[in-house]
């Protein structure tokens, strides 16, 4: 399996940007998939997860700011940031369950339950 990130950049204050997680190795749509961010000497965020079955989940920061979606046909998923802030400042990663056998994206699990890419790097200046 590879995730492999891009998308990211340097962006003012209110700006958007689209992050993509192009997956081979498996199937997106038969996964719960899911990206997580990692800011400088902060510990790693939960920030939006599409399930199996389509339906989003967003981490209480980026609810409303942030949108998860991803094109079957392609393989990829997509982070649509808007509205960012300073503090989205981060790493961010794509991240998949090493089985996929769930339905639902198991917020909380190990991370040894999970797989994800070398991660794209996205920098919100004021």
């Known amino acids: 399996v590879q995730l492999v990130e891009s998308g990211g950049g340097s962006v003012q204050s209110g700006g958007s940007l689209t992050l993509s997680c192009e997956a081979s190795?498996?199937?997106?749509?038969?996964?719960?998939m899911a990206w997580f961010r990692q800011g400088p000497r902060k510990e790693r965020e939960n920030v939006a997860a599409i399930n199996r079955d389509g339906t989003t989940d967003y981490g209480d920061s980026v609810r409303g700011r942030f949108t998860i979606s991803r094109d079957n046909a392609k393989n990829i998923v997509y982070l649509r940031m808007d509205n960012l802030k300073p503090e989205d400042t981060a790493k961010y990663y794509c991240?998949?369950?090493?089985?996929?056998?769930?339905?639902?994206?198991?917020?909380?699990?190990?991370?040894?339950?999970?797989?994800w890419g070398q991660g794209t790097q996205v920098t919100v200046s004021s």
């Open positions: 991240e998949a369950p090493r089985s996929d056998r769930y339905d639902k994206f198991p917020w909380g699990a190990p991370p040894a339950f999970f797989q």
């Open positions: 190795g498996l199937t997106v749509s038969d996964y719960c």
